[in-house]
């Protein structure tokens, strides 16, 4: 079956702008995570949500980070007024049920550069 | 808050020979979970072994295997009979037990399979 998805890929902004990033999580994941990775740097935590609740958003650097998954699927990760030091890659993770020792599956991730 | 430890940014290796990477975490949870994760070029995280904090047997997955050290905190990783294929970025990674944990990283270490 099919894995992870994220689009865009790539996307370039200028500083100010709004960018939306898609997670497609594997059908019938309950569990989504969204993590930042920084260029050379392990990923760091951003939000889960488990189904459409947003249960953690601890990890969002800033109120310009907003996630959402209204129907316990795709989710999109909304950046307002992008700053340079958003530039990361940002990686989505699903797993079947929270918890536990679960594995996490990754998307490819979508690298932002905001010039 | 929990903390993972990765001291060696770059590692290599000859083909077919034996490689140890070494992680150190620190933590005041009791029953918690160990990965380590792969990211080639590609940027797709793949897992490749995972460890239950309560089980004293070291994981083994064919060529990869662990040295766990519950009283230490230390979670090594060895890969034996590397092949190209193994190069690629490597994180340790935490995840404490309970509902919808995220994953703590490393900073990765890159190892490099010379042929």
């Known amino acids: 079956g099919a894995g992870v998805s994220q689009s865009p890929r790539y996307k370039v902004a200028k500083r100010g702008q709004d960018v939306a990033l898609r997670c497609d999580p594997i059908?019938?994941?309950?569990?989504l995570f969204w993590y930042q990775q920084a260029l050379g740097q392990g990923p760091e935590f951003l939000t889960y949500?488990?189904?459409?609740?947003?249960?953690?958003k601890s990890g969002l650097p800033s109120d310009r980070f907003f996630a959402e998954r209204p129907e316990g699927s795709v989710s999109t990760l909304k950046i307002q007024r992008t700053q340079q030091e958003d530039s990361a890659v940002y990686l989505c993770?699903?797993?079947?049920?929270?918890?536990?020792?679960?594995?996490?599956?990754f998307g490819p991730g979508t690298r932002l550069t905001v010039l | 808050a929990q903390t993972v430890t990765q001291s060696q940014p770059e590692m290599s290796v000859q083909e077919a020979e034996t490689v140890t990477l070494s992680c150190t975490y620190d933590?005041?949870?009791?029953?918690?979970?160990l990965f380590w994760y792969k990211q080639p070029p590609s940027r797709q995280m793949i897992l490749v072994i995972r460890q239950e904090a309560y089980k004293q047997q070291n994981a083994t997955e064919n060529r990869f295997s662990v040295n766990f050290q519950k009283a230490a905190k230390s979670f090594s990783l060895k890969i034996s009979d590397s092949q190209l294929g193994d190069t690629a970025m490597y994180f340790c990674a935490f995840m404490k037990h309970g509902e919808g944990s995220r994953l703590t990283f490393g900073e990765g270490t890159q190892l490099t399979v010379n042929p």
């Open positions: 059908s019938g994941h309950v569990s």
């Open positions: 993770a699903s797993s079947l049920v929270s918890g536990g020792s679960n594995e996490q599956f």
């Open positions: 933590t005041s949870e009791n029953n918690y979970y």
């Open positions: 949500f488990q189904n459409e609740a947003q249960l953690d």
